[in-house]
């Protein structure tokens, strides 16, 4: 009960700070831009768990910070996380229909404001993440720093670059994807972006080079783990196996069960590189068995 209310908490808080950041930009909604800034609003509210900005949040509190202060850096992962929703789920990428149980952006506002709301949130994420400066009272060069981590982890190398790839390996046969392959990919996709919300709060919390070190291990496997039991949920309970498994998911290639005992394995991973850690990082700890417990 106790971290189902930590977790309920920092959504609120995360929650209000990103209508605050479309509170003051209220003008431009109500001016030229006003469906730009709806499809905007659309898409990052309700919302989803915001794990990764409450990754941030967790990881910023295990550091020895304050929640308040590391607001805007946790929402401008979400904005990031929502503008990456919104390009994934165009025609051209996944072609999906629906996110959250709602028409996808493109079906509700149509390709061309779907593509420009995801780079507006994209853009103004780096403005929130080049504001933080003031509210956590640290250097600038330190800002410099975490928006370089966040940019690599979204970049040609990370995010981005692993939606890429994940677009090619659909026009191969399933026998022609291996586990390090799909690791690879899942790492890139879904991974990198997880790590930079954790070392992002770290960073910003004064980590010491040792604390970053623990914590950009708990990221790696915990992105990992994320992604594995994503593939996980979306078999269904009657899944006759890889062969009508049309996607590329981990379990195509390990069974279930195998699937299954890797996300453990990957948690168990991430809760050991805390090791050190005191109770303040008992969230990140929760948030490693959430990730693998979580049936939806």
Known sequence: MKFNLYLETRKSLIDNALEMFFHERKKSKEGPFAVLYEAMHYSVFPGGKRLRPILTCAAYEACGGQTENVLQVACAIELIHTYSLIHDDLPAMDDDDYRRGKLSNHKKYGEATAILAGDALVTEAFGLLSQARKKLNVSSDLVLEMIEDISRACGASGMIGGQHLDIQFQQKEEDEINYPELEFLYIRKTG?????????????????????????????????????????????????????????????????????????????????????????????????????????
């Open 192 to 296: 990198n972006l997880i790590l930079a919300a954790i070392t992002s709060g770290a960073k910003a919390a004064g980590a010491t080079e040792d604390q970053i070190k623990a914590l950009s291990r708990y990221g790696e496997n915990l992105g990992l783990a994320f992604q594995v039991v994503d593939d996980i949920l979306d078999v269904s309970d009657d899944y006759k196996g890889p062969s009508i498994q049309r996607k590329n998911a981990f379990p195509s290639i390990l069974s279930l069960d195998e699937a299954k005992q890797r996300s453990r394995e990957l948690s168990a991973r991430a809760i050991e590189s805390l090791k050190n850690f005191n109770e303040k990082a008992n969230p990140l700890r929760e948030l490693a068995d959430y990730v693998v417990e979580r049936q939806e």
